[in-house]
């Protein structure tokens, strides 16, 4: 590599970046750290509401489905045929 490539790397302005945030997240460690945990903890909440939320809606969906009823190989009333309650 020639003098310019290596100064060029050097002054790169995503290594500057990305250089200048670590130093910050030096010397702010704790804050970083409880913004860092409540961050992950509302994620973790958000993800977790929407399985259950996911998953009872499935359940109330199949709950409201009545059953079908087979008479002598015959429908009871075939108007009424699995319609939700």
Request: net charge positive; proline share 4%.
């Amino acid at each position: 590599m020639d003098q310019q490539t290596k100064a060029a790397l050097k002054k790169d302005k995503f290594v500057t970046t990305t250089t200048h945030g670590l130093e910050w997240a030096s010397e702010n460690r704790q804050s970083v750290i409880v913004n860092g945990g409540i961050l992950l903890a509302v994620i973790v909440i958000a993800i977790v509401s929407a399985v259950v939320y996911n998953s009872r809606s499935d359940a109330a969906s199949v709950a409201s489905v009545r059953p079908c009823r087979l008479t002598r190989r015959r429908w009871r009333n075939p108007a009424r045929l699995c319609r939700p309650a």
